[in-house]
C-alpha cells in the first residue's frame, strides 16, 4: 500500500499520520509498515533541538498506526476508529533519528470480536529499537 491507499484506510492526517508505506500484509495475522524519519518532521523542533531524536511515544503511534491498517484491513471496514485499549511491555532500545527509515512489524496476537491485541517490533535495519504489545479497539467515533 502506497500513502494515498493508506490514506484510504486511516482516519488520521497531517501532521500525524506516522506511516509511509505496507510492505506486507497477511489479513488476520502480520502486516508491515515504513516510516521514512526525516528532519522535516515537526517534533524534531523541540525533541531536541541540538539533538534531534524521534520521541518513544510516537514509535508507538506509529506502531498503533501499522496496526490499525492490519485491523481495517482484516475486518473489511471502513469510515471507523481504532482507539487504543492498553499498551503493554512498551521497551525502548534505540533511539531513532533523522534519516533512519523504521520497519513496524506487527503479529496479531489475539482478535475476538471488535477487539485487537498485537505483538509490535520496530526496526532500523536489522536493530531492533522499539517493542510493546498493543491493544485497541475498532468502533465508531465516540461523541463528545
Known amino acids: 500500500m502506497d500513502i494515498n491507499q ?3 484506510v486511516l482516519p488520521h492526517r497531517y501532521p500525524f499520520i506516522l506511516v509511509d508505506r505496507i510492505v506486507e500484509l497477511e489479513k488476520g495475522k502480520r502486516i508491515v509498515g515504513i516510516k521514512n524519519v526525516t ?3 515537526g517534533f524534531f523542533q523541540g525533541h531536541f533541538p541540538d539533538h ?3 520521541p518513544g511515544v510516537l514509535l508507538i503511534e506509529a ?3 501499522v496496526g490499525g491498517i492490519l485491523a ?6 471502513k469510515n471507523k476508529v481504532v482507539y487504543f485499549l492498553g499498551i503493554d511491555r512498551a521497551r525502548f532500545r534505540h533511539p531513532v533519528f533523522p534519516g533512519d527509515q523504521v520497519r513496524f512489524v506487527l ?3 489475539k482478535h475476538r470480536k471488535t477487539i485487537w491485541t498485537f505483538k509490535g517490533e520496530a526496526f532500523v535495519g536489522d536493530k531492533l529499537v522499539a517493542e510493546a504489545e498493543l491493544m485497541a ?3 465508531d467515533g465516540i461523541e463528545r
Open 6 to 8: 493508506i490514506l484510504e
Open 72 to 77: 481495517f484491513e482484516s475486518a473489511g471496514v
Open 63 to 65: 506502531m498503533a498506526q
Open 107 to 109: 503479529e496479531v496476537l
Open 137 to 139: 479497539t475498532i468502533m
Open 39 to 41: 528532519i522535516n518532521e
Open 52 to 54: 534531534p531524536v524521534m
